[in-house]
Each structure stands twice: as structure tokens, then as C-alpha cells.
């Protein structure tokens, strides 16, 4: 039987529902085109709850995650509250990539393009980690069911 979720986390789904249906126009031009990146084997999902933030577009499968600011950013308390976020989204084992909404709004392939790279830079470096602790080989064959001492 499932463990009944906390109130927090039925926050954490209403704000992630909220946002998802308030999405800035360049939320909507990104989602609406990340698909033309050929990622098999990730998958993006769009408002995502990780630790006390919500990343804009997130893949866990790679740990990759987009933020999209807008003009605000720029200001320095918002600058400031962006780098804290961005270490801890770091520290979860996410790398993070942030474009402004206009050039997602204007250079839409350059930005499809950033995310393609960084995309196949992920998974580079999830291939030689997980190959560099490669399961060892089994030294023979464990013995036939029922035999034995």
C-alpha cells in the first residue's frame, strides 16, 4: 500500500501544476521544440521539483538541467539567488545550462543546438564513469541448482 503523501508534497505538485499552466512564452517555444534534439534515452520534463527549487526543464536520466531567465535575472539580488541555486541544483549532481528568453525567443536553433552539446557531453561523462567501474567478471560458474555441500 502506497505511504499517503506528505503535505509538502502535495505542495510541491500543486506548485509544479501551477507552473507548468503559466508557462513564459519561451518556456512554451522551448518545450515545443526540444523534441527536434535526437536524445534518445532522456527524456525532459518541464517545471520540476528538485530539492526546494523548480527547475525549468530537467532530465534525471543525464542530470541535466535548463533554466530560462528573463530580465530580472539580471538585477544582482537575482543574480546572487540564481548562483545559490545553481550550486545546490550542482551539489544534487545536475549540471545547469541557462539561456535569457530572448534568445530562446530569437535564436532558437543556437540555443537547440547549446542543448544538443551539452546533452552528448552528459552522456559522455555517465559512459566513462560507469565504465570505469565496470562490474567485475564472474571468475566461473556458480554451481548447478541443488549441488554443493
Not at 528538485?50 to 528573463?70: M, T
Request: net charge neutral.
Amino acid at each position: 500500500m502506497a505511504k499517503p503523501a506528505s503535505p509538502l508534497d502535495r505542495f510541491r505538485r500543486s506548485n509544479a501544476r501551477r507552473l507548468r499552466a503559466t508557462l513564459t512564452d519561451a518556456e512554451r517555444s522551448l518545450w515545443r521544440h526540444l523534441w527536434r534534439i535526437p536524445i534518445e534515452g532522456t527524456h525532459f520534463r518541464r517545471q520540476v521539483p528538485i530539492g526546494r527549487y523548480f527547475a525549468d526543464f530537467a532530465c534525471h536520466q543525464i542530470g541535466l538541467v535548463i533554466e530560462l531567465d528573463g530580465s530580472q535575472h539580471a538585477e544582482d539580488l537575482a543574480r546572487r539567488y540564481d548562483l545559490a541555486r545553481t550550486l545546490v541544483l550542482e551539489a544534487a549532481g545536475y549540471k545547469v545550462i541557462r539561456f535569457w528568453n530572448h534568445e530562446v525567443l530569437s535564436e532558437l536553433d543556437a540555443v537547440l543546438d547549446t542543448i544538443f552539446a551539452a546533452v552528448e557531453e552528459q552522456q559522455a561523462a555517465l559512459a566513462v564513469s560507469s565504465a570505469s567501474h565496470p562490474t567485475p567478471d564472474l571468475r566461473s560458474d556458480p554451481p548447478p541448482q541443488g549441488e554443493g555441500v
